[in-house]
């Protein structure tokens, strides 16, 4: 990968994660989440980095750990969505 690529990736990955956070904001205050969605999934995603911390510099994640982690995370959202 040339260094341009790379950067143009980076501004790509920078800008829907900008994207995102502006339609979280979006559908907060428009009503489409509940007030306390942001904070929860705050809450989860230092949960998320204290179980990924633990692991070390470990490449290889545990399935069954990463199938408990993305049902936690799916339960969640559908419980803030209000759609």
Known sequence: MT???YYRQVKQCRDKAIAVLYSAILLQSSGA???EALSAMARL???LGVIFAS???SDVFDQARMEDVMSVMDTLVKRVCKL
């Open 3 to 5: 260094s341009g690529a």
């Open 33 to 35: 989440l509940q007030p």
């Open 45 to 47: 995603a230092d949960q």
């Open 55 to 57: 692991e070390g510099s």
